[in-house]
């Protein structure tokens, strides 16, 4: 029988350098001999992941409440595939999940419960790597782009958010670090992982 892939969850700010990191994450596992592909949401190129970018963009608006579900939908639509994929051996590397989802909306002000409904029975990840870094650091990077949401107020709240929805599955790396650093700490977290999950024995992934 094949032994099912992991879902290893990438989550933090904007400019916490998620996205450098997780093609690392893949490069690194692929190199090593597992069977790994990155994953990212929103997933801009599908029906509800381009009104998602339009939504970004600020060239369309919407309420906060549809935009959210929106953001559950794109997830949703996934979910099929990707659980085929881990359950035929290969790994995801997810950048971005239901955690930014909740965290965003209801850092605009949405109730925290309501928020995390529609995700409720998406695949649970094995494992989360919150990126830690403070806006004042976040801000030194260059500053936020042009997107909706690339704002420091809004991103001081969605980092306090975020803190709250943390369970005994997150690792929280310092992403203030050198990205040589930030890798190296994230592939001693992942290994550590894996040889537990496989002493253990992977258990079925809730669905
Ligand atoms: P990205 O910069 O990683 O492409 O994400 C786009 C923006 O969308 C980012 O500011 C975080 C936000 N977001 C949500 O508000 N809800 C979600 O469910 C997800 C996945 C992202
Ligand atoms: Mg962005």
């Given at each position: 029988m094949v032994q099912r892939g992991l879902l290893i969850v990438v989550e933090g700010c904007d400019r916490s350098g998620k996205s450098t990191q997780c093609e690392n994450?893949?490069?690194?596992?692929?190199?090593?001999?597992?069977?790994?592909?990155l994953v990212k949401f929103p997933d801009r190129t599908t029906q509800t992941g381009k009104m998602i970018d339009s939504y970004l963009q600020q060239k369309s608006d919407l309420d906060d409440h549809a935009i959210h579900l929106l953001f559950s939908a794109n997830r949703w639509e996934a979910m099929k595939t990707l659980s085929e994929k881990l359950s035929t051996g290969?790994?995801?590397?997810?950048?971005?999940y239901a955690f930014s989802g909740?965290?965003?909306?209801?850092?605009?002000?949405?109730?925290?419960?309501?928020?995390?409904?529609?995700?409720?029975?998406?695949?649970?990840?094995?494992?989360?790597?919150f990126l830690d870094l403070t806006i004042d650091e976040a801000e030194k990077r260059g500053g936020f782009g042009q997107e909706r949401y690339e704002k420091r107020d809004l991103q001081i709240?969605?980092?306090?958010?975020?803190?709250?929805?943390?369970d005994d599955t997150w690792k929280f790396i310092d992403a203030s670090q050198s990205k040589d650093q930030v890798q190296q700490d994230i592939w001693d977290t992942i290994k550590q992982f894996k040889q537990k999950s496989t002493k253990d024995g992977i258990q079925p992934l809730q669905f």
């Amino acid at each position: 029988m094949v032994q099912r892939g992991l879902l290893i969850v990438v989550e933090g700010c904007d400019r916490s350098g998620k996205s450098t990191q997780c093609e690392n994450l893949v490069a690194k596992l692929q190199q090593t001999g597992n069977d790994t592909e990155l994953v990212k949401f929103p997933d801009r190129t599908t029906q509800t992941g381009k009104m998602i970018d339009s939504y970004l963009q600020q060239k369309s608006d919407l309420d906060d409440h549809a935009i959210h579900l929106l953001f559950s939908a794109n997830r949703w639509e996934a979910m099929k595939t990707l659980s085929e994929k881990l359950s035929t051996g290969t790994t995801l590397v997810v950048d971005r999940y239901a955690f930014s989802g909740v965290a965003f909306s209801s850092a605009k002000g949405l109730d925290l419960e309501w928020c995390r409904n529609p995700d409720i029975g998406l695949l649970t990840p094995d494992i989360v790597l919150f990126l830690d870094l403070t806006i004042d650091e976040a801000e030194k990077r260059g500053g936020f782009g042009q997107e909706r949401y690339e704002k420091r107020d809004l991103q001081i709240k969605v980092r306090d958010e975020f803190t709250k929805l943390q369970d005994d599955t997150w690792k929280f790396i310092d992403a203030s670090q050198s990205k040589d650093q930030v890798q190296q700490d994230i592939w001693d977290t992942i290994k550590q992982f894996k040889q537990k999950s496989t002493k253990d024995g992977i258990q079925p992934l809730q669905f």
